[in-house]
Nanobody, 123 residues
């Protein structure tokens, strides 16, 4: 059974930084497309950042470009999300997701998901 475990969430003041981690149990992690999504109550899960299996292609939601950075450590089978310049509107539950194909950045395309970690930004 594939496991993804997020960590690093918490409460931070606006303008601050957090780094999320997602440890996976995938031995073939290097071949997976990875992504981060976030969700707030009453809204659909939205794409935040993603990276293709080869690490050469990264994509970001317009709302986080220039502030967030996605990265991966294939040897540790872990992905990360460095979040700088946090804003109140970045508040939400952040989920990591992986998929062997990753054809699009749409949430339904991703096969495996973590349980989520709460990020709260105080204004």
């Amino acid at each position: 059974q594939v496991q993804l475990v997020e960590s690093g969430g918490g409460l931070v003041q606006a303008g601050g930084s957090l780094k999320l981690s997602c440890a996976t149990s995938l031995r073939t992690f290097a071949g997976y497309t990875v992504a981060w999504f976030r969700q707030v109550p009453g809204k659909e899960r939205e794409f935040v950042a993603g990276m293709k299996w080869n690490g050469n292609i990264a994509a970001y939601a317009d709302s986080v470009k220039g502030r967030f950075t996605i990265s991966r450590d294939n040897a540790e089978t872990t992905l990360y999300l460095q979040m700088n310049g946090l804003k109140f509107e970045d508040t939400g539950v952040y989920f990591c997701a992986v998929d062997p194909f990753g054809r699009t950045w749409a949430a339904p395309q991703f096969r495996y998901w973590g349980q989520g970690t709460q990020v709260t930004v105080s204004s």
